[in-house]
């Protein structure tokens, strides 16, 4: 029969359920007497009122959710959870859970911004303010310029070395008045473009391509606003894009132009209430900053951050 292990008797002794039961019992005791220690002097059981407001502002919920009112027994539950709800968040702040704990630290900090959120959003900004807004920021909401034009497509990754060469070879028969639909290689989003936005064509063919066009329409001297190039209007490239390389014939140009204030109302009045909540969010916090002094040790932060990336170059 082989040998049994023989344990020494503190080792058996910490393996008894009970001891395990002290231990919980005193780490209990402990932490209620640190925690009885936090909390503020308080004559009696602390209080929990569940008004009127209370339960109108539970039934709320419910039906924003539910889209409907709880009946009486629902009501009783929001009520129970309510309860449970105060009494674990008011132990949780005598424990001092909410120190040292980003996520609560953010959340309180949004809600003093949601504060004065709801004060600048109540009132509706009247039409003087709303006119003196966009006399200030009308260029942002002028309508931007918009662009016609065809193009002839090469594919860098099928021509490899050859993309440039071949481009400025059908640049050369399109100028001897070749036809361009015989030219070049299938694209997938076609080849005529009407009445397009730089952001448009910034989507389609990438930023680098939607900037060097604008370039070529002032080069190519395409007809403004009429919709139909003059017999000047030639093609023009290569110019790059996200997929290989274009030739390129502005065809119609439409110049940007001021708008009324009628027009773009409803943004403008979104944008002016957005500008008031940010003047009013950074007003409160500065007079809310002065009343701390801030003592920041510039020693300890010279010492803890990373090398910046010039520095590191050198």
Do not use: C
């Not at 019992?25 to 503020?40: M, S």
């Not at 014939?249 to 773009?264: C, H, I, M, N, S």
């Amino acid at each position: 029969m082989p040998n049994r292990v023989q344990h020494p008797p503190a080792w058996r002794w910490m393996r008894e359920p009970l001891l395990h039961f002290l231990l919980l019992g005193a780490l209990i005791f402990v932490v209620n007497g640190w925690r009885e220690r936090r909390r503020p002097a308080e004559s009696g059981i602390a209080r929990i009122e569940v008004t009127a407001e209370t339960l109108a502002w539970l039934s709320e919920g419910f039906s924003r959710q539910w889209h409907r009112a709880p009946d009486v027994e629902e009501l009783r539950g929001l009520v129970n959870d309510h309860v449970r709800e105060e009494v674990l968040y008011r132990e949780a702040l005598a424990l001092g859970l909410d120190r040292n704990d980003t996520i609560v630290r953010r959340r309180l900090a949004q809600k003093m911004e949601f504060l004065t959120d709801d004060i600048t959003g109540a009132a509706t900004p009247d039409d003087a303010a709303l006119q003196r807004f966009f006399a200030e920021n009308a260029a942002h909401y002028a309508k931007p310029g918009r662009l016609s034009f065809r193009h002839v497509y090469f594919n860098k990754e099928k021509r490899g070395a050859g993309v440039e060469a071949a481009a400025r070879e059908a640049l050369g028969a399109l100028k001897k008045g070749a036809s361009d639909e015989a030219l070049g290689d299938p694209f997938l989003h076609g080849f005529e473009f009407a009445e397009r936005e730089s952001p448009e064509i910034a989507a389609l063919f990438g930023s680098e391509f939607a900037a060097q066009i604008v370039v070529v329409a002032g080069d190519s001297n395409p007809g403004d606003n009429d919709g139909h190039g003059p017999s000047s209007a030639h093609w023009l490239g290569p110019i790059a894009s996200s997929y290989g390389l274009h030739l390129v014939r502005v065809d119609a140009r439409e110049q940007p132009r001021p708008v009324t204030l009628d027009e773009v109302r409803a943004t403008v009045a979104r944008d002016f209430s957005e500008e008031r909540r940010r003047t009013a969010n950074r007003e409160v916090f500065e007079r809310l900053r002065a009343r701390y002094e801030i003592a920041v040790d510039e020693a300890a932060i010279t010492k803890a951050a990373a090398p910046s990336n010039k520095t590191a170059q050198r």
